[in-house]
């Protein structure tokens, strides 16, 4: 099968942590904003299904931070570099877009992104007991 057969070719992927309740939220907004359908979403957990990257995919890597990979499979953005990337392709927020971009916001947001991140089950708990993250490195 061609990469141009493929239903996601020309759809930039986000890859996501299925088991974090924060995660689930943040894909159904992304779902619900996506209205010009550039975006498909992945479960990192689900590793058979992992599509395929120029860029190295580090299983461990995707659930500690949302990823998205380009529509050709060459690069691979995360954290808060996958918002901005994401922040083009959705319309009600491409009048935010470009702020993104200023001086000093990139790290403040990584920063932000990655304390977020780290933070999520306790800002969303988990239920059950099944979210688990791998251990930092």
């Not at 239903?7 to 986000?14: E, L």
């Not at 990192?44 to 990979?69: F, G, K, N, T």
């Not at 690069?75 to 001086?103: N, S, V």
Request: charged content about 20%; hydrophobic content about 40%; glycine content about 8%.
């Amino acid at each position: 099968m061609t990469s141009s057969a493929l239903p996601h070719a020309r759809k930039g992927q986000v890859l996501y942590d299925g088991q974090c309740p924060l995660c689930l939220k943040s894909i159904g907004i992304l779902k619900r904003l996506d209205w010009l359908g550039q975006l498909t979403y992945v479960n990192a957990r689900d590793r058979e299904h992992l599509p395929p990257s120029d860029a190295p995919l580090d299983p461990q890597r995707l659930i500690q931070e949302m990823h998205v990979l380009t529509p050709d499979g060459h690069r691979l953005y995360h954290g808060f570099a996958a918002l901005r990337w994401i922040a083009w392709r959705l319309p009600l927020l491409w009048p935010l877009a470009p702020f993104l971009y200023i001086p000093g916001v990139p790290q403040l947001g990584q920063r932000l992104y990655l304390w977020i991140a780290r933070n999520r089950l306790r800002l969303v708990p988990c239920h059950g007991g099944v979210c688990t993250l791998p251990p930092r490195r």
